[in-house]
């Protein structure tokens, strides 16, 4: 049974709109990830947005519970059913029908579409909840309802957003498994296992706790279809489902060792970890040392020290991502294109980590031997801090002793270099977001109107004035900032990377225009008074026509660098201005100068074919089926603009840009840069800037020119360099030259001296010049010593000599009889272990 199907087409039918699943990165600054298929929705039950039509849908979300408030990682392997990554089929009412409808559509899903046997089902209400606990009765007898407190039956978002009681359905997997004190109603064990979670959302919590009514009682649901396809498929653990065991499969090959349940933690981890990894760097989050990047890269190292466990000692999980892609690329398609650049990401994390893990596992059990009561928080520190070790990791390693580290101490030494983790991403609530008026405009007047791409003038009508604290007001005063809502404006707001407009509203300037909930607002310094309902007249700054070029071009730059380095590519943050262009994107090498000077070639070549741009609104599925670059997790309406340049490039946006590519002029990439592990940035610019550029090339060249006393400063310099390789060679010669010390003891000839010059080709040319001839000669430099020793037709090995005189200055080394060199570090010891060799060389010889 395809389950996912099953759930979606069921709500379906019953007047559901089904939404894809939405970005693991939700646009929402609170969460770390979307943690619940209701995190895409949590403006439409705040009711900070008005409610769409139909007010009910349902999805499969794609979820991930690592750091942030439900965090599931510590358990993950231990249990058999935790999962950083998973699959959440949800049906949503916001303020459509209520708990009644909820629960009768949960149980007609279940016992008539699911079939699950009636007998082996449980629910659980909120104690205070008597209503569900009525409704449940007209399902299931009485003694099969429990009530629970808060802990078990009041679900909240995260810190803040939409919260309020639940039910749980639970199913009972039978005693004959399982037998654990734990397993009861309500206890930890795995034999109850809850598998359908019914909100009842009626209240929202801010950052402060106050807890307010959401303005309509609504429902969010959901089920977690990993468990439910292990139900249906009669196992008993998530990980013996066809959703993991052909990755386990594929893990027992690597090892060489079959997977047992009791024995098998290490397997589940891995092949849990890898599908939060290949969906994470899918969607284009990638390792990093802070924020949500670096939650990916506890989920990757975790699972690399299992992998260790289990005697793989060199990377191996890149290995895994062809199996992940075949059991859930056929839902989520993306995986698919994404595939080998997620392989290179992987594996490039797990060189890297694999370079310290020994080290760091050695630090490790030394410390363990120590260990009493608690793991020391300094060394838990310095695992992480030098060996790349994250604390849970640490932590996940003590789990095996039952020994905890000493967090407290972890904690004060890590405040040193700050919780980087968290402040990334820990949003400080955008005031305007949550307190600004905007739901009044938006049921009001609905979003206004972008003329901006036809006209840079129009007279328009004010329709609202915000305050600078986006409170509604009816008058802004000459003096004052404030925002001003146009009917219709021509100013672009700041989106999709694409710099918002300056220019003036009547003899007013207009600073910036932005966004707020579709709505398009200008930022105004009042130079008069304005008042709501007034006529002016809006007119776009100058800035435009560059920022327009500059757009066209990083559409033109995007389709050339697919063209030249692949279709992995894909956009990872762009920034358009008036002065210049900034394209992030996803590629695990620095681009060759070859490349570039390519991707500029056929850049500024699409420029002089002078194209017209065609600019088509389609459906989305329409536009996606063209073959236009959509970026991934942008939220996009169910029309959307398609911007192409003929063949070449054809991508959504709703940007503005140029009527024909020659309108750019010229395009130059000014810097390729790297921005994080596998991901590049390019900068550029266009038109009148490359002319500016290549002006200031052409006065530093003449200021080279001019220290070069040469107009061809290549054949100058030539001759510069030709010059100071003559001076070197004299110089070496100079110090090669210099007469070195000769003792003669019993017919050997024994040099022992410091030099300076080229210490190997000194010790041929003495071997040379002496038939008989041991010489040991020291070289210091950057604060390190080397000692070289050579031995012709004497009674003496090099190497004995090169490690007994190094011993002296801390180092070591050795080699062969003739020849062996050595290093040390102790400079202060360095005249001291000359003395060494020549006495060593006396007793020897005599
Ligand atoms: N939001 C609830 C949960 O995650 C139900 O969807 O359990």
Redesign the pocket.
């Known amino acids: 049974m395809d389950v996912r199907k099953a759930y979606l087409d069921f709500f379906k039918s019953k007047g559901h709109e089904v939404v894809p699943s939405a970005a693991l990165v939700p646009n929402d600054d609170s969460l770390l990830f979307t ?4 995190v895409p929705f949590k403006d439409i039950f705040t009711g900070k947005v008005p409610r769409p039509t139909p007010p009910i849908r349902t999805s499969c979300q794609t ?1 991930i519970r690592a750091g942030g408030k ?1 965090n599931d990682l510590d358990n993950v392997g231990y249990t058999a059913r935790h999962h950083t990554f998973f699959e ?1 089929l ?1 049906n949503f009412s916001f303020g459509e029908y209520f708990k009644k409808e909820a629960i009768s559509y949960a149980w007609e899903f279940i016992t008539e579409v699911l079939k699950l046997p009636k007998d082996r089902l449980y629910v659980t209400v909120h104690e205070s909840d008597d209503e569900a606990y009525e409704i449940w009765q007209t399902h299931i007898d009485k003694e099969r309802i429990y009530k629970f407190g808060d802990k078990d039956n009041f ?1 909240a ?1 995260g810190e803040t957003g939409p919260c309020g009681p ?1 039910s749980e359905i639970f199913y009972d997997q039978g005693s004959e498994k399982f037998h654990s004190d734990e397993d009861y109603m309500g206890g930890d064990g795995d034999r109850f296992l809850e598998i359908w ?3 009842f959302m009626q209240f929202e919590k801010d950052e402060k706790g106050n807890v307010s009514k959401l303005p309509k009682p609504s429902i ?4 977690g279809l990993e468990r439910v396809v292990a139900i249906k498929e009669g196992v008993f653990s998530n990980f013996d489902s066809s959703l993991f065991m052909p990755i386990i499969k594929k893990i027992e090959s690597l090892v060489g060792v079959k997977y047992e349940y009791d024995k098998g933690a290490s397997y589940r981890v891995i092949a849990d970890h890898i599908r939060s990894t290949v969906f994470l760097l899918a969607q284009g989050t990638n390792f990093d040392k802070e924020g949500r990047g670096y939650v990916l890269r506890r989920i990757l190292r975790r699972a690399v020290r299992h992998g260790y466990l289990l005697g793989l000692k060199e990377p191996f999980m890149y290995k895994l991502v062809d199996i992940v892609c075949e059991v859930m690329g056929s839902h989520y398609s993306y995986l698919n294109d994404k595939k080998e650049f997620v392989k290179e990401l992987i594996k490039l994390e797990e060189e890297r980590f694999y370079t310290t893990i020994a080290s760091g596992i050695e630090l490790f059990n030394e410390e363990l031997k120590n260990t009493k009561d608690i793991f020391s928080g300094e060394v838990a520190f310095k695992l992480y801090d030098t060996y790349g070790f994250p604390l849970d990791l640490t932590a996940d390693m003590l789990r095996e002793s039952n020994l905890k580290v000493d967090e407290a101490k972890f904690d004060e030494l890590m405040k040193e270099q700050k919780l980087r983790s968290k402040a990334s991403w820990k949003g400080s609530g955008d005031k305007a977001k949550t307190e600004g008026d905007f739901k009044n405009l938006l049921e009001k007047f609905g979003k206004n109107n972008f003329v901006g791409y036809e006209k840079i003038e129009c007279e328009a009508k004010i329709l609202a004035i915000l305050d600078e604290n986006f409170k509604i007001i009816d008058e802004l005063k000459n003096g004052e900032n404030g925002w001003i809502m146009l009917d219709n404006t021509p100013f672009y707001a700041t989106s999709g990377g694409q710099c918002g407009d300056k220019g003036t509203i009547s003899k007013s300037e207009v600073l910036k225009t932005e966004k707020f909930f579709d709505l398009n607002l200008s930022f105004v310094k009042a130079a008069e008074n304005f008042k709501t309902n007034q006529i002016i007249k809006a007119v776009v700054g100058y800035e435009r026509e560059m920022i327009k070029r500059n757009h066209s071009a990083t559409h033109l730059l995007h389709a050339a660098l697919r063209k030249v380095l692949g279709d992995h590519i894909s956009q990872a943050g762009s920034s358009v201005e008036a002065s210049r262009l900034r394209f992030d994107f996803t590629h695990p090498k620095a681009m060759s100068f070859e490349e570039i000077k390519e991707v500029e070639n056929l850049v500024n070549f699409e420029i002089l074919k002078a194209i017209p741009a065609k600019t088509e609104i389609l459906e989305l599925s329409e536009a996606k089926k063209s073959g236009a670059i959509a970026l991934f997790g942008e939220k996009y309406a169910s029309k959307v603009r398609v911007l192409s340049f003929g063949d070449f490039s054809k991508e959504l946006c709703g940007g503005t840009h140029v009527k024909n590519s020659s309108e750019i002029g010229a395009f130059l990439i000014t810097k390729e840069s790297g921005v994080s592990a596998g991901v590049r940035r390019i900068e550029a610019i266009c038109s009148k800037e490359v002319i500016n550029y290549t002006n200031h090339l052409r006065d530093e060249l003449e200021t080279i020119n001019s220290e070069l006393k040469s107009n061809e400063p290549l054949i100058a310099i030539d001759k510069l360099k030709n010059e100071i390789k003559e001076l070197k060679n004299e110089l070496k010669k100079t110090s090669n030259n210099k007469e070195l010390e000769i003792h003669n003891i019993n017919g050997v000839s024994v040099i022992v001296s410091k030099f300076d010059g080229d210490i190997k080709t000194k010790i041929d040319e003495l071997k040379n010049r002496y038939e008989k001839v041991v010489v040991l000669l020291e070289n210091i430099k950057d604060d390190k010593i080397t000692l070289c020793a050579g031995v012709k037709n004497a009674p003496i090995k090099a190497g004995d000599l090169v490690k007994q005189t190094a011993l002296i200055v801390g180092g070591n080394g050795g080699g062969r009889d003739d020849f062996a060199t050595a290093g040390g570090k102790d400079i202060s010891k360095s005249k001291e272990a000359l003395k060494f060799g020549l006495k060593y060389i006396k007793e020897k010889l005599s």
């Open positions: 943690n619940a298929g209701m979820c439900h959440m949800g679900w978002m639940c979670n019914l909100v969010d649901t959901g089920m």
